[in-house]
């Protein structure tokens, strides 16, 4: 926790994937090239958790088991920091593709993983591409059977490929057929009776940062924390142009070379801990 206004302390996350996982890099990089791509994350990863540890922040980093199959050492050197470890899934494919079964074996693959990899149970998920929606509801029930405590994958906005508009944008306990689970939204701002994205990510890196500053002071104030995540991609301006042009190019590439620069911004006003932090324990 750090800043002047460190009375609430808001969740900060990072789903610790590949550049060439991003949804908007499927056409060009396909599952099936993965393995040749070249491998940047760990050196990103690095780079933000000395960026956190100059500050004295935690966050959680929700790695995708894709990559912590490849290098459990990475999730090792995160968790030994201090910070908190989540699940982004197996593939990166959206809960809707994957269907109840595979998003379940995705689910369970991805936690043994991880608890492996540190020696400690995994508490909390966040589901690729925010692709747990109204038509995922189901995701709740699985993630809550398989042993997770709470889920931070609901973006409660209108976008053209997730989103769950009519969603709570403060965090909320979920019913599911195996008992309650804590959902803690991803960050918005309302406005003219809309939810604007807010929350990081590309917004972050399109939008003026007084955005992202207005949510958080609006939704500290009315009592609630949000719910901020980046990749560790978007830190990485030297990372082989895959895409050449398009909308998709611009949402990936736009602003890489800022982002830290954001983000530490960020760090100096607003109060920041992991998400788990916000999810107190069963008793
Ligand atoms: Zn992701």
Redesign the pocket.
């Known amino acids: 926790m750090t800043g002047p206004d460190a009375k609430i302390a808001n969740g900060l996350s990072f ?1 610790v ?1 590949e550049y060439f ?2 949804l908007n890099l499927r056409p060009v990089a396909p599952a099936e090239t993965w393995e040749r791509q070249e491998r940047r994350v760990a050196a990103t990863t690095r780079a933000i958790v000395e960026a956190l540890a100059a500050r004295d922040v935690t966050a959680t980093f929700y790695f ?1 088991g894709w990559v912590a199959k490849r290098d459990p050492a990475l999730v090792k050197e995160v968790a030994a920091a201090g910070h908190e470890i989540g699940s ?1 899934g197996m593939s ?1 494919r959206m809960a809707g593709e994957l269907g109840p079964d595979a998003f379940r074996d995705e689910a369970r693959e991805s936690k043994a993983i991880l608890e492996d990899a540190i020696g400690a149970p995994i508490r909390g998920f966040r589901a ?2 925010f692709s747990v929606t109204e038509a995922t509801r189901w995701a709740f029930d699985v993630l809550r059977e398989e042993g997770y405590e709470y889920d931070s994958s609901v973006f409660p906005v209108r976008h053209d490929r997730y989103g769950w508009p009519s969603f709570s944008r403060v965090p909320i306990e979920v019913e599911t057929v195996a008992g309650p689970l804590l959902e803690l939204p991803m960050l918005t701002l309302r406005r003219f009776g809309v939810n604007l994205p807010a929350a990081g990510g590309g917004y972050l890196r399109l939008l003026p940062l007084g955005l992202v500053h207005r949510a958080l002071r609006e939704m500290n104030a009315a009592g609630h924390p949000g719910v901020v995540y980046l ?1 560790p991609w978007e830190f990485d301006p030297g990372q082989p142009r895959l895409l050449k042009g398009g909308l998709g190019a611009f949402r990936h590439y736009f602003g890489l070379d800022r982002t830290m620069g954001k983000l530490e911004r960020l760090l100096d006003r607003h109060a920041f801990g992991t998400v788990g932090a916000l999810a107190p324990a069963p008793a």
């Open positions: 789903d994937e996982h991003a995708l982004h990166h690729s591409t990749h």
